[in-house]
């Protein structure tokens, strides 16, 4: 499968964020990227910065262009709750992490209501504004840390 990561310097540092592309005989590229990163980052030397792993995007094996990529729900809940006078099924996906409900006997699951943005609708574009959000959290935290010293 040919896909490409971006990381960066963990903290931050002055190489930024980078992307490099991958052909491995993988059938999921978000875990072998976890995997190679966590080898990485348990082999440093002296001196040597850790790295992370922003997100991963699956190529098209020809043109080279990222692939959709759907969401894998998995169903949460044991049995079937009642909410809102509905029978739902609770699921999360198991890639990207967002939450959605299925309705009665409905195939289709709604996206919980943080998740209803277009940027939510495909699982790679789902992960990398989660990343997003989440890299903005983290230097906000740091800049709030800093200022109360």
Not at 19 to 24: A, K, R, V
Not at 88 to 116: A, E, F, M, V, W
Not at 117 to 145: I, P, S
Request: net charge neutral.
């Amino acid at each position: 499968m040919k896909f490409k990561i971006k990381c960066s310097q963990d903290p931050p540092g002055n190489l930024g964020e980078w992307e490099e592309e991958y052909n491995i005989n993988t059938d999921n590229p978000q875990k072998w990227a976890e995997d190679i990163i966590s080898e990485f980052n348990s082999g440093l030397r002296e001196g040597e910065s850790s790295r992370k792993l922003i997100n991963v995007t699956v190529l098209d094996e020809v043109n080279n262009v990222p692939v959709t990529v759907e969401h894998d729900w998995e169903k949460q809940n044991m049995y079937t709750e009642k909410y809102h006078g509905s029978l739902i099924d609770r699921h999360k996906c198991k890639k990207c992490g967002i939450t959605g409900k299925r309705y009665g006997l409905s195939p289709n699951i709604r996206r919980d209501g943080p998740y209803l943005g277009k940027v939510y609708d495909k699982c790679d574009t789902a992960q990398a504004r989660l990343e997003k959000l989440r890299l903005k959290k983290e230097r906000r935290m740091e800049n709030e840390q800093t200022s109360s010293n």
